[in-house]
């Protein structure tokens, strides 16, 4: 069994949504100090950044966020804030999965087919995106009826899902979007059982060359690397936040033992998974 580096943190809010702002101090201490470390959540995040910028780190990736910009981290995603905002101004947006169930329409922007973990506004949208972020928390405010205050934040959702396909419009492979949103989310449904690519391709529909081609135009890589990466990804999410021990990642993951799991981890991430844990331990102290 291995000790956890970083914890879960449980954000309880009133009715399942929660905004503030720089200027509010909603959490307690001991809460403030969890959330400065590297931790993983249940919640869907948003931060709406008003003037400067904010540095995040996001499944061990760092990300800028500047000013007329918003972040968004999904549930289990490692999370790694800043000790410093930079004087930021900024907002921030807390939901669970069951609010995010009951909304009329899922949004494709969280599936993040540009790999940026970030959406770009206009000065339109952010007006408008702007307002709605202040009737959803004047309705917080006021205790308004769940359905009022779900009614605004489906409408800040709705604002970032047209900006973020807005950016996708103005890529030459747009036409290839939609179907690249099918392989994103079979993979994440279907990544612990390693489908073979040719499985993958005729769920798709698709033949194995207009599989490759499409994943490589979109992520820079074969549908194989993609699928080996999210792998590693879990992989390395379980070997962080939970107390699972080699041999039980292995058998969790669908490998046939700890060996092979370990030479795979190599192979993808050039580390051992010791010195990936030492590494992250070093970073996150």
């Given at each position: 069994m291995t000790t956890p580096l970083y914890d879960h943190v449980?954000?309880?809010s009133s009715g399942g949504i929660s905004l503030w702002s720089h200027l509010d101090s909603p959490l307690t201490e001991e809460m403030t100090q969890k959330l400065l470390k590297p931790h993983t959540s249940n919640n869907y995040f948003l931060m709406f950044v008003n003037h400067s910028l904010v540095h995040y780190c996001v499944d061990l990736k760092d990300i800028t966020?500047?000013?007329?910009?918003?972040?968004?981290?999904k549930p289990r995603q490692i999370r790694i804030p800043p000790s410093s905002k930079n004087k930021a101004e900024y907002y921030?947006?807390?939901?669970?999965?069951?609010?995010y169930g009951l909304l009329p329409s899922s949004c494709r922007f969280w599936l993040d087919p540009l790999n940026e973990q970030k959406v770009a506004m206009s000065t339109q949208a952010w007006q408008r995106m702007n307002d709605a972020l202040m009737l959803l928390r004047t309705a917080?405010?006021?205790?308004a009826p769940l359905n009022i205050r779900m009614a605004y934040l489906n409408?800040?959702?709705?604002?970032?899902e047209h900006a973020y396909f807005s950016n996708v419009e103005n890529e030459p492979k747009k036409r290839h979007v939609q179907s690249f949103l099918h392989f994103q989310t079979l993979i994440e449904n279907k990544f612990i059982e390693q489908p073979t690519i040719s499985e993958i391709a005729k769920t798709l529909a698709l033949s194995d060359t207009s599989l490759y081609?499409?994943?490589?135009?979109w992520a820079g890589v074969s549908p194989k690397e993609y699928l080996n990466r999210r792998i590693v990804l879990e992989a390395q999410r379980l070997l962080i936040y939970s107390n699972l021990s080699v041999k039980e990642l292995?058998?969790?993951l669908g490998f046939a033992d700890e060996n092979y799991l370990s030479r795979f981890f190599r192979k993808q991430t050039g580390q051992s998974i010791t010195d990936f844990l030492v590494k992250f331990k070093d970073m996150s102290s």
């Open positions: 449980s954000f309880e966020v500047s000013a007329g910009q918003v972040l968004f981290i921030k947006v807390i939901f669970n999965e069951e609010i917080i405010l006021t205790s409408s800040v959702l709705q604002e970032l081609q499409l994943v490589k135009e292995a058998v969790r």
